[in-house]
């Protein structure tokens, strides 16, 4: 499990409730010093026996740059009530739970007539998979997604054995028997975890409270899933029309880096690996992960607001095909024309960032994919928090 380093609020961040279509959901909501949010909200979903607490150490940094982040717990997980129905706790529902937070933080089931925004979405370990079946359920409004130290499908080694040996601890056994069969777990092996890790007393405390808090049907039905999921990166591959960001901590021991990283390729995925960080990247190295995600926000909000004057430009029948001077590759991205090679220009035009020169990818979809995005500090972005925090470089030189 995610263990935060504190659990103190840090400053713009409030705890709340996401009401939805399905149901409400525990959350912890950030939002900009200065309460403008001018850019996509995101959502940050947790992971197996995790919280929304698990963001803690980020959501402040993210939010910096001007745009609303929400963490929350999933159904059943800690401050989020659940049933005691199995059925309820399936990776179908929990996606479908996704996608009703998705149009609840998007505004499309506000009826105020405001434009709908997209969402950022992110899934962290389990919630890497709930996210993914979200998106291929057919959830609208997804600007970008990120899969952060999660697999292409279920968990393998250790990891595994440790799962298997919990969900068959809870099988078979009436709800009140399986509570019990968890405080027994805490208290005979997570506690003694805990001392010998030296960990404060206050985060114990709050580790216990959301492990027994947990809904037990939950926990073995996600276990379940977790030791049994299917490789679905192919589908996702196909499916998804949203730029995708692939992060990890170089330490990871749940699912293998490498794993990670041939999963980014197979998804033709942007890819992070945080140094010095393992299974909890928002937790071992908080502002690196924030800085690699804001960055890549940026980035894709960025792909999508050409690809929405592209769109008003063909409604109005302004689109011509595009003009190719010299080399430039420009306006090919979204015509998924060829690749080409030769000088790209996709910095100046699109991120405004510094023109890059070597081979340009236009034609593979939503990103020059040869190059990688350095994620600058929240305090190196401009101050009216646009896009220009991005800088291209040769991929050789930065995350791929």
């Not at 402040?60 to 706790?89: H, I, K, N, S, W």
């Not at 929405?308 to 689109?319: H, M, P, V």
Request: charged share 20%; net charge negative; hydrophobic share 45%.
């Amino acid at each position: 499990m995610s263990t935060p380093t504190s659990l103190t609020l840090p400053d713009g961040v409030r705890r709340t409730a996401i009401e939805t279509s399905r149901g409400a959901f525990a959350a912890l909501e950030a939002i900009p010093g200065s309460g403008v949010c001018e850019l996509q909200p995101a959502i940050l979903v947790p992971g197996f026996t995790g919280s929304k607490e698990d963001f803690l150490a980020i959501l402040q940094q993210l939010a910096a740059a001007r745009r609303r982040v929400l963490a929350l717990d999933l159904r059943g997980q800690y401050e989020t009530c659940g049933p005691d129905d199995p059925e309820a706790f399936t990776i179908a529902e929990l996606g479908f739970d996704i996608a009703a937070v998705i149009d609840a933080v998007s505004g499309r089931v506000t009826g105020n007539g405001s434009a709908a925004l997209g969402v950022h979405l992110v899934g962290h370990s389990f919630g890497g998979l709930v996210v993914r079946e979200s998106v291929l359920a057919g959830a609208s409004g997804i600007t970008s997604l990120t899969l952060m130290s999660s697999g292409p499908g279920r968990l393998t080694g250790l990891a595994a054995a440790e799962l298997a040996q919990l969900t068959e601890s809870l099988d078979g056994g009436s709800p009140k028997v399986m509570r019990r069969t968890i405080r027994h777990i805490w208290d005979t092996i997570l506690a003694p975890q805990a001392a010998t890790a030296v960990i404060a007393p206050e985060i114990v405390a709050f580790l216990r409270d959301r492990m027994l808090r947990n809904s037990p049907v939950g926990l073995r039905v996600m276990g379940e899933y977790l030791l049994g999921a299917p490789d679905r990166t192919a589908e996702l591959a196909e499916l998804a029309d949203m730029p995708m960001l692939v992060l990890y901590g170089e330490d990871d021991d749940k699912w293998e880096p490498a794993a990670q990283e041939e999963m980014a390729v197979r998804l033709d995925a942007e890819r992070v690996c945080i140094p010095a960080a393992a299974h909890s990247p928002a937790v071992d190295a908080p502002e690196t992960t924030a800085s690699a995600l804001s960055g890549f926000w940026h980035m894709a909000e960025a792909v999508a607001d050409e690809r929405d004057r592209t769109a008003s430009r063909a409604a109005r029948g302004l689109l011509r095909a595009p003009a190719v001077t010299g080399s430039c590759c420009y306006g090919l991205l979204l015509l998924r024309a060829p690749a080409v090679t030769g000088p790209c220009c996709y910095g100046p035009l699109l991120l405004r960032a510094p023109a890059v020169t070597g081979p340009c990818c236009y034609g593979l979809p939503f990103a020059v994919r040869r190059f990688a995005f350095q994620a600058l500090p929240s305090s190196a972005m401009p101050s009216d928090g646009r896009r220009s925090g991005l800088a291209a470089v040769p991929t050789a030189q930065c995350f791929r």
